[in-house]
């Protein structure tokens, strides 16, 4: 049944209580025996499916590329592809033995999703329905995990993509900033039924990031606030047991590292998945989400039982189904659970389901006739094939527009006199503007991400702690080795994503010396930045609120704000300007060397 969250929130939030019911009509798949002496056990074995961080992936298709998507290991992506999976796997198994889940990072990744969340809005008056949610409910999920994506957009366009899935949005540490209840369902109870006693009753407990409090603080603060994992799982998980849970499933979307990109600015761990396999007794499997990796079985021993947990993630965007494999047994009046396994099914394996790409096939043409609007021409092709090793003209662009506009948002104001720089990542390095004409998915793909521009308040000496923080990207590589650019980056697995180029300034980074000693002859308009001086800097909503944990900024002072997504900044910039020349603003500002050696 439907999920009311009205009356969860109104009259059980305090005991949590969401039920939905699940698997009628499929021959169970049990092994009965009669009760009596010399009897074998019986036993039930079920399946549970999941998926994480689909990203607004429907079809197999790339918006950027305007083709079909493919990458160096012809992967395939999203639902219309997992949903052919599911099909087979409940066709082979028993529909009413099997479950699907998903932990999160649902809405927000692809232009398919933005063009429903920013123009055609699903939270018009009489808007449509979200893509993902009648994909996901027309292939019936069970269950799903919020994302920190799910807030990119705001919380009223969560709120109406809740109310458009027929399955429960799961959330136990996602907590209503004034009363500390719920803000959303925290679990959903689902039964199985089986021919030989009592029906299974499954539990899945809902996790999200932490991070979101700063990645997404200009929609969360002072509205929502969300502790660690391992503290509202150790809550949970003995609740559901209390009420009469025989498998608890934990669905986080939370790495396994134990890492935190977000360094000590919170107490709580962003990749948190496997403590609290580690730390919390009573869960049987975690589906987990959020690193965008593939882990199809790892396990963690449980400190208090010493039994093993077992966890799984499958790749991003629909590449990957996970299958959890239960096994019980009927023991002392009470199904108990005997094994669980863990496994990955490729969709590049199987076709689209036509279902679902008919069922969405207006949608997409809309969105391709959207992203393929011409707003512009280029003077010169420009690629970001090169972007994490040097300064390319494409990134520059990026730099070029965000300097510019916080340079006129500025002026009038006591900061107008002051230097503008600007901060920039390789977010793909396929992104490209080609010579000639320019389209809306041309530019949107130098900029995947819905971060928002800021402007914030920099010493001279804190840009180059901000700048040494930032060439730790760069492997520790010796004078006379030899180098090769595709093993020179993402040291220490830092990705491309938390490395920047600051534009505006001239150095070198010196790949040769330790990390933290690497930026030499720093700077500005020819002469050596004063540690004294004041510079403003472009920069980021989720640099500015920590994301990456860089030094110095997320505590400096804001001058400036935007709420428009940086995308639509670039393309309104390139519709504005009619001519893209990258004579009006790329230049190498930066490089790498060794012992003042240039590298390349």
């Not at 020179?488 to 830092?494: I, K, P, R, S």
């Not at 920590?546 to 804001?558: E, L, S």
């Amino acid at each position: 049944m439907g999920f009311d969250r009205r009356k969860f929130l109104g009259s059980s939030a305090v005991t949590g209580a969401a039920v939905a019911l699940a698997g009628t009509g499929a021959a169970p798949a049990a092994a009965a025996a009669e009760p009596g002496r010399g009897a074998r056990p019986r036993t039930y074995a079920f399946t549970v499916m999941g998926t994480t961080d689909l990203h607004g992936n429907v079809f197999n298709w790339d918006y950027f590329t305007d083709r079909e998507f493919d990458d160096k290991a012809h992967n395939d992506v999203g639902l219309a592809k997992i949903s052919t999976l599911v099909e087979r796997v409940r066709a082979e198994r028993g529909r009413g033995n099997t479950l699907l889940i998903d932990a999160g990072d649902t809405i927000q990744g692809t232009q398919l999703s933005y063009y429903y969340a920013k123009v055609d809005p699903i939270t018009a008056r009489r808007g449509p329905v979200h893509p993902m949610a009648q994909a996901m409910n027309a292939i019936g999920y069970d269950a799903a995990a919020l994302g920190n994506h799910e807030f990119n957009y705001g919380i009223e366009v969560l709120r109406k993509f809740e109310e458009q899935c027929d399955f429960p949005l799961l959330g136990a540490n996602a907590l209503d900033a004034r009363s500390l209840r719920p803000a959303f369902p925290p679990y959903s109870m689902h039964r199985l039924r089986t021919p030989c006693g009592r029906d299974v009753k499954v539990a899945v407990l809902g996790l999200t990031n932490p991070g979101i409090a700063i990645w997404d603080r200009a929609h969360v603060q002072g509205r929502m606030t969300f502790p660690g994992l391992e503290e509202q799982a150790a809550k949970y998980v003995p609740r559901l047991r209390s009420m009469g849970a025989d498998v608890v499933i934990v669905s986080a979307h939370s790495g396994s590292s134990g890492t935190s990109s977000y360094g000590d600015q919170l107490p709580y761990v962003e990749n948190a998945a496997a403590l609290v396999a580690e730390q919390v007794p009573g869960i049987d499997a975690v589906l987990v989400g959020h690193a965008h990796t593939e882990i199809p079985e790892y396990r963690v021993r449980n400190e208090v039982t010493g039994r093993d947990v077992v966890l799984s993630e499958p790749l991003k965007w629909g590449q990957r189904l996970t299958l959890f494999d239960f096994e019980l047994t009927w023991v002392k009046g009470r199904w108990s659970v005997s094994s669980v396994s863990a496994s990955v099914l490729n969709s590049n394996t199987v076709e689209e389901d036509p279902r679902i790409t008919r069922l969405l096939q207006d949608e997409h043409r809309k969105v391709v006739a959207y992203v393929n609007q011409v707003i512009g021409t280029s003077t010169a092709a420009m690629s970001s094939a090169e972007g994490p090793v040097k300064d390319v003209p494409v990134i520059d662009l990026i730099n070029h527009v965000q300097a510019e506009t916080v340079r006129a948002a500025l002026v009038g104001t006591e900061w107008a006199a002051l230097p503008v720089l600007s901060q920039a990542s390789c977010f793909s390095r396929s992104a490209a503007i080609p010579a000639g004409q320019v389209t809306i998915r041309d530019a949107a793909g130098l900029y995947p991400f819905e971060n928002t521009l800021e402007a914030r308040l920099l010493t001279g000496a804190q840009v180059k702690d901000y700048l040494e923080f930032s060439a730790r990207y760069f492997v520790q590589t010796a004078p006379g080795a030899p180098v090769d650019p595709a093993r020179l980056t993402n040291a220490e697995g830092v990705p491309d994503y938390n490395y920047d180029a600051v534009y505006g300034l001239a150095y070198e980074i010196d790949i040769a010396r330790p990390v933290g000693s690497r930026i030499t002859g720093l700077s500005f308009r020819g002469e050596p930045v004063d540690p004294a001086a004041r510079f403003v800097l472009a920069v980021n909503n989720y640099r500015a609120s920590g994301g990456g944990a860089f030094p110095h900024v997320a505590g400096a002072r804001q001058l400036w704000a935007n709420s428009d997504e940086i995308r639509n900044t670039i393309i309104q910039w390139v519709k504005a300007a009619g001519t893209v020349d990258p004579a009006r603003f790329a230049s190498v500002d930066w490089r790498l060397t060794r012992a003042g050696v240039p590298v390349f």
